[in-house]
Structure formats: structure tokens, C-alpha cells
């Protein structure tokens, strides 16, 4: 299992060098989301299209 630090440091040394601070946090925050949405879906913490559009649908009322 990756560390927190060791991926941090594996998104960064991704970045093109002339990266500002804003975009490096940007694709940190970016990586987290996609991490934390692929941990959700393993642990089943998911819903249905058809859920989503009924609370969409709420939304725009």
C-alpha cells in the first residue's frame, strides 16, 4: 500500500515543472477525489442513475 506522502510526492513529480502552486493543489485535490470515489465504490457506497436523477430533480425545484 502507497503512503499518503508517497503519493503526493508521485503526483507532483508528475507535474510539468512550470506548474503554479494553484494546479499542483488543484491535481492533488483532483487525485483525491478520484481516490476516494473509487474507495466508495468498492465499499459499495454508491447509488443508482435512477436515485441521482430523482435527487437532481429535487434540486431544481
Known sequence: MTTAKE?????????PDDSS???ILRELAFA???????EDSREGRTISNEAMERRIGTWQE
Open 7 to 15: 503519493r503526493i510526492v508521485e503526483i507532483v513529480g508528475q507535474q
Open 21 to 23: 502552486y494553484e494546479e
Open 32 to 38: 483525491r477525489m478520484i481516490d476516494r470515489g473509487l
